[in-house]
């Protein structure tokens, strides 16, 4: 994400980034506690080891001669630390003197999770533009029912795509769905007799349902309703209870292409679709959600590869991957 991000004018502005420590700072800051657990050293004196990170990376840290208690914090938490940086067997790490628990509502969540590259103002001006190239009256007045509401937008421009196979960072869902439409989009021009409406719409929706699948304070994981349900039927039951609610006249034909295209989105039935893609637009929307998926993800798994970088992906491609020179990369290719 970039340095520019705007942050909300009431939470206090993170100053020093994990990926900007040097040896010998002090430091005076919050972070996200991911893992703490008690050690000794081998004379057998205790110590607590601790992960911490933001939104630039992860940082071990050490407190010496302190045991696991109900007064350190707990992990999953954020904490304000006081302590230095060092450097020790060629790597930084935080001695900590102090870990307080710091509640996570008055802070920028966007300081302690990756960001995309692209700015949100960017990507939101595209899903505005798609909602232009929609013609069918029916389609577009569901699309703004949903696109023109800011408690909607809200989330749906901070969630994350993935908790870690691709788009895994804030500003994922808006950004894969972005270039979703646009492959689709593309597609329906190549074959005009694609019905280009329905394919944009079910482009923009079909992972709406992500905005309720993940938690993202501190790190990404699978909400209750993800674990449960998962995004495919989540955003199901979120277009059909917008059209019940709010607009009852809906054709119920395009109400199934729609929904058929959405349900279906990937593909097979091991890989979360409750049906097999049966039209066209249903199928091109399969394979365009896939390659975009897939793509992005062959450059976050490079991404990954550095000791500190984000996100820790493993590779799921299971097979080696070329990376392209240092001289044929595009600007921004390190965020993928
Ligand atoms: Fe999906
Ligand atoms: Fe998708």
Known sequence: MPDSAPHSSDKPVKKQFVSRLSPGEVVSETFFLREIEERSTRDGRPFL??????????????MWGQTLDAGNPAPLTFVRIEGRV?????RLRLLVEAAGVIEAAGLNQRDFLPGSYRSTEEMTGFLSYFL???????YRTLLQSF????GFMDKFSLAPGDVRSHHAYLGGLLEHTVSVATLCQHTAVQHPRLNSDLLITAALLHDIGKIEEFCYEGRISLSREGKLLGHVLIGQRMIE???????PDFPREKELQLVHAVISHHGELEWGAPKRPQSAEALVLHHVDNLDARVKGFFEV??????????EVKNYFRRPLDEPAAADREPGYDRG
């Open 49 to 62: 080891a601790l992960k911490l990170s933001d939104r630039t990376g992860i940082l071990e840290g050490r």
């Open 86 to 90: 060092e450097r020790y067997r060629g």
């Open 132 to 138: 232009t190239e929609v013609f069918d009256e029916d």
């Open 147 to 150: 696109f023109s509401r800011s």
């Open 241 to 247: 209870q917008r059209l019940r609610e709010e607009l």
């Open 302 to 311: 490079l991404r990954g590869k550095g000791e500190l970088s984000w996100p």
